[in-house]
Nanobody
């Protein structure tokens, strides 16, 4: 699967932004999908993940209650709705996919085999 992330930009603290990740192919619904982010000088970290049918959602504590992950399997697209953005949310955001993940692996970036190119989110305070 090939992934293309988009939707990043420069926003003010408190603003909202929605990221999208378009996937190629006809088997999108068979992939667990995740969002990760990497700030300058830091390691890539888990943001959110969603099960194949969208029925189970997982979030990092730092974004719980502010971000919402969703997917539209008919459109082969993954989303990340980001509300109440904070300066510390500034990072390059990546979407990722893998077919064979189990729940205990959803938060581990090394378990995902497919990655988008990243989209930069800058939150100005």
């Amino acid at each position: 699967v090939q992934l293309q992330a988009s939707g990043g930009g420069l926003v003010l603290a408190g603003d909202s932004l929605r990221l999208s990740c378009a996937a190629s192919g006809r088997t999108f619904s068979t992939y667990v999908m995740g969002w990760f982010r990497q700030a300058p000088g830091k390691e890539r970290e888990f943001v959110a993940a969603i099960s194949r049918n969208g029925g189970s959602l997982y979030y990092a504590d730092s974004v719980l209650g502010r971000f919402t992950i969703s997917r539209d399997n008919a459109k082969n697209t993954l989303y990340l709705q980001m509300n109440s953005l904070k300066f510390e949310d500034t990072a390059v955001y990546y979407c990722a996919a893998d077919k064979n993940l189990i729940v205990s692996s959803y938060r581990n970036p090394s378990e995902y085999n497919y990655w988008g190119q990243g989209t930069l989110v800058t939150v100005s305070s």
